[in-house]
């Protein structure tokens, strides 16, 4: 698929500049880009070529001018005609499968930390997902029909992805390969809060607590499973580690709910536990909107639930 066409439909639905392109297709799942910005600005010099895009130029006061992209009428024609043309067929191409073709090559543990790295990226990138399609990110609401098209396009996204980690757990049960958490005396007490059209995990306590980024994958493992965004934890359920500067733990931690879009607050009802440098920190994330902490759950579920 050209990108061409790509940004020949996302134009059809509004006027953008190259870097609003850019951002749009980048954080999308199924559009096409190399990863390199001049493959946008070389697709839109085409395209102005062929007459299927113009450009404007807005001056403004305090910033440098942008250029605004818009389609044509004939731009439009040309679009419906590749949404028209015979459609190509999904592709298979993975690196990860080269890789597990010649996996048989490693020992147990090497394999399982190959799969194990694997489904952490999909983690990743379900959480990711699911973080767009609540924040209504680049999707064209026209009409009722191309709403519910781009809904069923995210949909299926999501799907491929469950369906992956779905595959992954097969092949371990099919080479008796343990999950690493299988077998490992680690248990998680948290409930599911509904609250303002969010769900919100509550995590009580766990055994033993959460004490680096890698036991965090757990938690964020129950988020994607009940397709919430906002957790909370009780200081319970963190090592002591957690609360001392000096070990990094908490920023571990926290950078892993970061990469996975959750927003995050710590419930900490014991005050003596924050003190020194670790209450600077504290102090200053709570300015911001990702992570905050509070001294009781209420407060808590109040912020995460909120906008």
Known sequence: ????????????????????????????????????????????????????????????????????????????????????SPPELPEFKNTFLVRLAWADSLDPKELNSLLTGYEQEIYLQIAAEEEKLRRGEFSPRRTTRETYLW????????EQYRSELDWIRQLREDLGIRHPKEGENHTMNYQLVEKNNQTIVVVSSTEPPIATGKDAIGLIEVCVEHNAGRIAVHAEALSEDFFKLRTGVAGEILQKFVN????????????????????????????????????????????????
Not at 28 to 39: E, H, K, L, R, T
Not at 151 to 158: A, F, M
Request: aromatic share 8%; no cysteine; net charge negative.
């Open 1 to 84: 698929m050209s990108i061409n066409y790509a940004i020949l439909g996302m134009l059809s639905a509004r006027s953008l500049t190259g870097y609003d392109l850019k951002k749009i297709i980048q954080d999308s799942p199924f559009m096409p880009w190399s990863g390199n910005n001049n493959q946008i600005y070389k697709a839109l010099v085409e395209l102005l070529e062929e007459g299927w895009v113009t450009n404007e130029v807005h001056h403004q006061d305090s910033a440098p001018s942008k250029k605004i992209y818009t389609i044509t009428d004939a731009g439009r024609e040309e679009l419906k005609a590749w949404v028209l």
């Open 151 to 158: 809904e069923q396009i995210h949909g299926r996204v999501l």
């Open 260 to 307: 996975f879009s959750l927003r995050a607050a710590i419930i900490v009802a014991d005050g003596s536990l924050i003190k020194g440098r670790m209450k600077e920190l504290l102090a200053e994330s709570n300015r911001g909107n990702l992570f905050r902490v509070f001294a009781s759950q209420a407060e808590a579920e109040e912020w995460l639930a909120g906008e």
